[in-house]
């Protein structure tokens, strides 16, 4: 399985777009089970009404406002096409090749030598005065961005601002008659929703295709920090990263930025798009402060696993287990532990720690919000006043999948100050460290590492092995380990 962005990301995204032959075609609604047609489906002839429907309308209103982006920036080749661009292959579908043998004159190799490269992606005109929205992939690292609107006219562009960790930028064109589009509610999407893709996908022209919404709240995907997808089976391709995803009311929803690829580049039915909701708010701060500012509520969250959920004898799989609080965080100043289960922000249920990360990234800092959680069979009711994310404070650790095991095949030693210190933790650090998990066993299927020091089993402190072996022959099919890795805790069920 590959996840790939839409425009010539590094390794793991491959680029966002749409792909189709051009058009919409007419639906037969007794074939996809429609018994009632959007209000905005129109009957494609009036001789054949009831039987055939068309988008036309809403195609036509929403064309105008969807651009495509052209950007150009100095890359460096050298020997063996190695520059810093050549090596992903994914860069080489947008800035050619460069895979030669590397030129030689008297026997010695050329030196590096920057040539021009080109990229194509998609944007979409959000408001009258000329700002577009596209992915930071398109325009990243560029030295010249363009833009060509659906009348022909081009444009060179500004970027006023970028925010890596969503793949969202902004754009500005100054061009008279500019026709932008309806901004939609994405949190109102519900899965089966009709949706439109519309972009540019490998450089064909505008092209249009039609889906549903086959998810929403897609994360944990390791396409972006922060995942909030919106899923979607209308047809998206290279080419297509930053243009419109469009319900059947022609408002804008999200801004197309993926595909699921099993080794193929075009699309197998499984797109992703960022929510117009997170997009608009990172253009709003980028439009009023110059940069993206977020919340952050200070803890290492990690999904409730039903073995994770039967360690801890909660009935249901629900929520963000703590796995680890940070000191001096607002969740460490509100109370806060390492085991709670947070169930609930503002009143609003908590599915997964990316849902409970990407919520509180959109909150303002020195917000104060209600946190509901679960500790010790008993729920707990927090206020929590937020503070901004420090820029320096690295990416939340996401956690592996853990599926039940035994500790068979695990060795571990107790931890002196030595090895705390070759670890980067403190010297007075309790706890055994894991010195060898061998392959393929339940324990490295968990996620268990080389160099993790266990504190805790089935929730009692472990400070040496004795209590190690202890804890792990009380256990019967199922232990719950509190493993500190890299000075950042999380649980994990064995």
Known sequence: MKIQGFWGRPAVVFLAAALGLGGIGLVAADRLGVTNPPATMKFANPDEAGSRYTFAPVVKKVLPAVVSVSSSKMVKTGFGGQGDMDMDPLFRQFFGDGQGQGRRFNGQPDLPRE??????????????????????????GATEVRVTLNDRREFKARVVGTDPKTDIAVLKIDAPNLQSIVIGDSDKLQVGDYVLAVGNPFGVGKTVTMGIVSATGRGNLGIEDYENFIQTDASINPGNSGGALVNDRGELVGINTAILSHGSEGNQGIGF??????????????????KVT?????VVAQEVTPAIAKAFREPEVRGALVGDVSPNSPAQRAGLQKGDIILEVN??????????????????????????????GS??????????LPTEQAQVQRNSETPESTMQGVSVENLNARTASQLGLPASTAGVVVTDVEPGSRAAESGLKRGDVIQE??????????????????SKDETLLLVNRQGSTQYLAV
């Open 379 to 388: 729920s707990r009711d927090f206020s929590v006043r937020l503070a901004e």
């Open 273 to 290: 798009a960022v929510p117009i909701s997170v997009a608009r708010n990172v253009m709003d701060q980028i439009l009023k402060n110059g």
């Open 294 to 298: 977020r919340a952050y509520l200070g």
């Open 457 to 474: 089993v089935n929730r009692q402190a472990v400070r040496n092995t004795s209590d190690f072996d202890r804890a792990v022959r009380s």
């Open 347 to 376: 009143g609003k249920p908590v599915n997964d720690g990316a849902q409970l990360r990407m919520n509180i990234s959109l909150m303002d800092p020195g917000s104060t919000v209600a946190v509901k959680v679960l500790r010790d």
């Open 115 to 140: 040539r021009r490269a080109e990229g194509l992606g998609s944007g979409v005109i959000v408001s009258p005065e000329g700002y577009i929205v596209t992915n930071n992939h398109v325009v990243d």
